[in-house]
């Protein structure tokens, strides 16, 4: 599945997803709730680009 990377340097990986803030692992880019943001930073998805 896509990474996709913040401006602030964290990874979203799909595959860990976000546990800490309720996204389960198994998580695509697509299916991330509407108002999550960076952990680290409160970046918005817009923010992100896909990663390499």
């Known amino acids: ?3 996709w990377e ?3 340097g964290y990874i979203y990986d ?3 997803g976000d546990y800490e803030n309720g996204v389960e692992p198994g998580t ?3 299916k991330l ?6 952990p680290k930073c409160g970046a918005e998805k ?6 390499d």
Request: charged share 35%; with cysteine; net charge negative.
């Open 28 to 30: 695509p880019w697509e």
């Open 33 to 38: 709730p509407e108002g999550w943001v960076c």
């Open 6 to 8: 913040c401006p602030c």
């Open 46 to 51: 817009e923010d992100f680009w896909k990663a």
């Open 1 to 3: 599945m896509q990474k």
């Open 14 to 16: 799909p595959e860990e």
